[in-house]
């Protein structure tokens, strides 16, 4: 028994060394294994790849592959393709995808904040709007989603709002009755009342056929998207009105960004620097050629605002500045109107 007992003991011993030794193994193995395993980022947005957020985010992938080529690889889906307006940032938080860049005007669930940028006749240019965003007050308003868990990595810019219907919007009594498409933001919803129109929160991706089949009588947007989505085809009037921005928040999962390894995130956060530089140039360059091309297809009839008419529609949306402004904070309002002093 005594015998029996001690062999027991052996094979007992034997056996939790030889244990011990795989363990060892498997983690000076796992190590280079982990390690060596590529990182996907996945970048999910809603316009088509000839805007300035699509050719960002070809611009962030291309890059990414020329540095971190092999350790990280960027998937793009452009169009809606994967996510849209809602559901993307659902995605985000879940982890299924990595970056994002929607409308500020959509983020209306993480924080109220945002709500700054569709203040109507606030910004009086893409360079004021510049200013501040990259003034410290724009750079803190940044980090307004974070306690939700989405990290803004920086402000892309796309420029200012147009509004067209099937017919010419010169007064703001023309808008009146009319049925516009806003993005989900309760601001934009009370811009259009204020001027007796009646808004309708849709995704980006069904305007085009609310449009084409009457379900809604206009919309706003960017020259950029009223390009590339075609609406000057399915709108008889447009005026340019100026009188709102679109500005995009690049953002990511925060506990993803957190948990990168430092070289890479370090990398990836310049990367994304060099690439929103970028993107200001895109969406300069696309409000000037964009506008071009629908002028040009004559699908449109463009209206250019005498500055009293322009002056009718500033008092008539302006008042909704006071409805928002402790939401949005008085102190960056004044902020703006600062950067709209200097440019
Ligand atoms: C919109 O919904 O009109 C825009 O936010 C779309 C976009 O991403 O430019």
Redesign the pocket.
């Known amino acids: 028994n005594l015998y029996i007992n001690i062999s027991e003991e052996n094979k007992m011993k034997k056996n939790i060394k030889l244990i011990a030794a795989t363990v060892v193994a498997m983690g000076l193995l796992a190590s280079p294994i982990a390690s060596a395993k590529e990182i996907v980022i996945k970048f999910s947005?809603?316009?088509t790849e000839a805007?300035p957020?699509g050719k960002g985010a070809m611009l962030f992938k291309k890059l990414v592959d020329e540095r971190l080529g092999g350790k990280v690889r960027v998937e793009v889906y452009p169009s809606s393709q994967l996510y849209g307006?809602k559901a993307v940032l659902k995605a985000l938080l879940l982890n299924d995808v990595q970056l994002a860049?929607?409308?500020l005007?959509?983020f209306s669930k993480y924080t109220k904040q945002w709500a700054l940028f569709d203040l109507p006749f606030l910004f009086k240019n893409p360079q004021a709007l510049n200013c501040f965003t990259d003034s410290a007050k724009g750079q803190a308003l940044l980090g307004a989603a974070e306690r939700k868990g989405i990290k803004g990595l920086g402000y892309w810019l796309?420029g200012m709002k147009q509004i067209s219907a099937n017919h010419a919007l010169i007064n703001p009594e023309d808008a009146k009755g009319l049925k516009f498409?806003i993005?989900s933001s309760d601001v934009l919803k009370a811009q259009f009342e204020a001027v007796n129109a009646n808004p309708q929160k849709?995704?980006?991706s069904e305007?085009y056929n609310a449009l084409a089949t009457g379900v809604i009588d206009g919309?706003?947007?960017?020259w950029?998207?009223i390009r590339s989505?075609k609406f000057f085809e399915v709108q008889k009037d447009t005026t340019i009105s100026n009188h709102g921005v679109?500005e995009?928040a690049l953002v990511t999962n925060k506990r993803f960004w957190n948990g990168l390894p430092t070289d890479i995130r370090m990398q990836l956060d310049q990367i994304v620097k060099e690439v929103t530089a970028q993107v200001t140039q895109f969406a300069l360059d696309a409000a000037v050629k964009d506008m071009q091309t629908v002028a040009d297809s004559g699908k449109t009839n463009i209206h250019t605002l005498t500055d009293a008419q322009k002056e009718q529609w500033v008092s008539a949306m302006k008042p909704v500045w006071a409805q928002f402004e402790d939401q949005v904070g008085k102190d960056n309002i004044a902020a703006v109107q600062q950067c709209n002093a200097k440019n």
């Open positions: 947005h809603v316009t805007t957020k307006d860049a929607p409308s005007s959509k796309n498409r993005m849709m995704a980006f305007v919309q706003e947007n960017t950029s998207n989505k679109l995009y």
